[in-house]
């Protein structure tokens, strides 16, 4: 039992062995087929996962072709068409990011208030996990992952805390580097420009509709008859105010009248009663 499945084991050894010295003695071995040939002997593999035979690549002469999905470190984007950089300073990326190796200084105008811009950015790559939460979670897709692995340095401080000028990349790399990505945001982005476009066109057209109905919209014109009728109650109605003004006036007059008539007598019976206080005084000095 142990010696046959030893015997498997070495066939199988031998089995690649052979294919592998075959497909190296061709002027084209299968794991070149597909590569890119750069200068100084240098090229990049790309190495399907269904290629059999030898897979070691003799690096850093030969590389990979990374696949697009593959991620390292983030990276700023700077928007070439608008001239500015997509981050806006929000801080989003720092809140979100597990080992806090993101930060962020906003920067300010000549007045001191804060504006829409980083005037530092700094990640540390030896802390950074690569988790991509930062990329996830900006809402401005300023922040994306890049593809640069060769990051080895002597001294980790400070050569791997990374700069806002160091992490800034042009549009067009992202571009070229993650190209179905790319082209997906940018379809979802014409899409979304397209309905905001077309929201704010109907919005016109609605707009303009109302303002012409409301100009068309006349006032309905009246009959002859009708203007009499108004005319008419008009004047019953002017009539109706002058005839209680005018009996109001009456009233009032008829009030002050009485009144006045009250302190006439008032007054008589004043003089009565001095005069027979004056009487009875004489009588009692008469008298006396």
Known sequence: MFGTGLLKGLGVTMKHFAETFIDDRKPMPSRYADSIQLEHGRRIID???????????????????????F???????????????????????????????IWIVRDSDENG??????????IDAAVCMSCSFCVEFCPFDAIKMNHDYELAVYDRYPQLVYDKEELTVPLEYYAAMWPEQFAAEQEALRKAEEEERAKAEAKAKAAEAKAKAGKSADKPKRTPEEI????QKAAARSAAAKEKA?????????ASSDT????????RLEELKRKAAERAKQRKQSEG
């Open 47 to 69: 190495q399907p996962i269904t290629q059999e035979g030898l897979l070691t690549i003799q690096y850093p002469e030969e590389k990979r072709l990374l696949p697009e999905r």
């Open 71 to 101: 991620r390292y470190i983030p990276m700023l984007l700077w928007d070439t068409e608008k001239g500015e950089d997509r981050c806006t300073a929000c801080g989003i990326c720092a809140k979100v990011c597990p080992p806090q190796c």
């Open 113 to 122: 208030k804060p504006v829409t811009r980083p005037a530092e950015f700094f």
């Open 228 to 231: 009499e009728a108004m005319k």
């Open 246 to 254: 005018a009996g109001g006036a009456d009233a009032s007059d008829k």
């Open 260 to 267: 006045g008539d009250d302190a006439a007598k008032k007054a």
